[in-house]
């Protein structure tokens, strides 16, 4: 049987930690709070939105929404994130993904100043993650590391095959595996051999978007498998990009979908807040 690797624990942990640091913030009148851009009803992106708003009450610090329709052009909403980098009060701001097709995102993310950037989006920090200097990190591939080191799973010296290049997930995956002295191949479409690269990994990090995609052929015994995938199956159950009934028996450690990944994302979202107060 394999380690399951329990997200929803170590996401309680953390967020804890952070109700306990800002608390003390407050003490030193610290205050903290972050502003929430939503523009169009996408339901995926409202029950993210609200999850997110939600976690912000439990650490104590204070969201502020901002819903905006549709049609909302895009100066609009540039305007919007100007004035909230203008606004001392509001020390993080993020911009919930997609945004409708008439926005360019790229201009978006640029726009949030780097210093409220709590996605970890902007070039700004992922060049800082680059060249390892302080910044904010993007949340997903942080609250990764976060549920490694903190399952004792070791990363110094292990082969780690992130399978996926996105801007979001996968390489700043890689290059945070990087930092923790591992050794790291990045996967994607066009690999050749893509079982036999996964194979070889002691941690194999999985975030293509493929339903159940990694099967047992790709996992070497005792593997630590992280799932980043989520989807809604159609008899309504969530899966993950990799096979878990298959896996499990194979794997060393696994994290399950739901419970593994997902409840991270919000943890370290809360946790660059956070810093982004005592920056
Ligand atoms: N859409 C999907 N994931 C994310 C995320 O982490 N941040 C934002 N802003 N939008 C998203």
Avoid: W
Wanted: proline fraction near 5%.
């Amino acid at each position: 049987m394999a380690q399951l690797i329990d997200g929803k624990k170590i996401s309680q942990e953390i967020k804890d930690e952070l109700r306990d640091k800002v608390a003390s913030l407050q003490q030193q009148g610290i205050e903290g709070a972050l502003a929430v851009i939503q523009v169009g009803n996408d339901p995926a992106s409202s029950v993210y939105v609200r999850n997110k708003k939600r976690a912000c009450e439990y650490i104590g610090i204070r969201s502020e929404s901002y819903e905006l329709p549709e049609e909302t052009t895009e100066e609009e909403l540039l305007a919007l994130i100007e004035t909230l980098n203008e606004d001392p009060k509001v020390n993080g701001i993020l911009c919930q993904l997609p945004v409708p097709a008439h926005m360019d995102e790229n201009k978006i993310i640029r726009t949030i100043s780097p210093e409220k950037d709590v996605d970890g989006f902007h070039t700004q920090n992922v060049g800082a993650l680059v060249v390892g200097q302080q910044g904010f990190v993007s949340c997903t591939p942080a609250g990764v590391i976060q549920l490694l080191k903190r399952s004792g799973i070791e990363i110094a010296g292990k082969n780690c095959v992130v399978v996926g290049r996105s801007n979001i997930v996968g390489k700043p995956m890689a290059l945070l595996m990087l930092k923790e002295n591992a050794t790291v191949t990045i996967c994607h479409s066009r690999t050749a051999d893509l079982k036999a690269v996964c194979k070889q990994a002691d941690i194999l990090i999985v975030a293509v978007g493929k339903p159940k995609m990694i099967t047992a052929e790709y996992v070497k015994e005792g593997a630590t498998v992280i799932d980043v995938g989520i989807h809604r199956q159609e008899d309504g159950k969530l899966c993950g990009d990799v096979d878990f009934d298959q896996v499990e028996p194979v794997a060393g450690a696994i994290t399950p979908v739901p419970g593994g990944v997902g409840p991270m994302t919000i943890a370290m979202l809360m946790n660059n807040c956070v810093e982004a107060m005592t920056r």
